[in-house]
């Protein structure tokens, strides 16, 4: 079993307010992962990071910030949330820099936001 | 054109039937392959990886994989009701010197009794 939390799972908040969620693992993975999913549609990678002081943006565009001080540590912040940020964040890691394309992806069980 | 495409379904099968999902991808350049099983509600969870042209077995599961062809299949056989979920195809394609994991829309499947 993967060894990889996310804190909070569920968090219901007011507009404007700024937000961090949280993400470790035990693995010793350098790489880390942000996915946004909304309910019955498709996993869209927001953020990444290949190893400490290392972070890049994905595919889909997002106003969130992450970073990555730490190994396994790789939280994502919202500093003024709003309603359209309402979704699914998905944290994934998987394996070690060097180890090549072949990585398998271990997934956090998500933290589910809703923004009023 | 998306990166990696999959038909969204759903996929009805029998139980005990053959469950056939596919998946395609654009970049020639793409290299390792998953297939991830999410139910509703839950993370995805890995049923296969596969790396080179062929087939990949594990119990009820065969992973194929045609580079020359960009296509990825997952076969599911003797299906079960707890099978049904979504089935998401990733694949790792290159992009700056490194590899962005990418994933399809996800097929529906669902075995009935």
């Known amino acids: 079993e993967a060894d990889i939390y996310q804190t909070p799972r569920y968090l219901v908040i007011g507009t404007g307010k700024k937000i961090t969620l949280e993400c470790s693992q035990t693995m010793g993975h350098d790489k880390m992962y942000w996915y946004q999913q909304d309910p019955g549609m498709e996993l869209h990678l927001i953020h990444y990071s290949y190893g400490v002081n290392s972070t890049e943006k994905g595919d889909l565009s997002s106003e969130s910030t992450v970073s990555r001080i730490r190994t396994e540590h790789f939280p994502l912040t919202l500093e003024s949330a709003r309603p359209s940020h309402t979704s699914q964040y998905l944290c994934?890691?998987?394996?070690?820099?060097?180890?090549?394309?072949?990585?398998?992806?271990?997934f956090g069980a998500g933290t589910r936001l809703s923004v009023l | 054109q998306k990166e990696v495409e999959q038909n969204s379904g759903p996929l009805s099968v029998p139980e005990g039937a053959i469950a056939s999902l596919n998946c395609t991808y654009s970049d020639r350049g793409s290299q390792s392959f998953f297939w991830y099983r999410q139910y509703s509600g839950k993370s995805p969870e890995l049923i296969m990886s596969?790396?080179?042209?062929g087939d990949k077995e594990d119990g009820r599961f065969t992973a194929q994989l045609n580079k020359a062809s960009q296509y990825v299949s997952l076969l599911i056989r003797d299906s079960q009701p707890s099978d049904s979920a979504t089935y998401l195809c990733?694949?790792?394609?290159?992009?700056?010197?490194?590899?962005?994991?990418?994933f399809g829309r996800g097929t529906s499947l669902i075995v009935h009794p």
């Open positions: 990733a694949v790792n394609v290159p992009s700056g010197g490194s590899y962005i994991p990418t």
């Open positions: 596969i790396y080179s042209n």
């Open positions: 994934a890691s998987s394996g070690r820099r060097g180890t090549g394309a072949s990585n398998i992806q271990y």
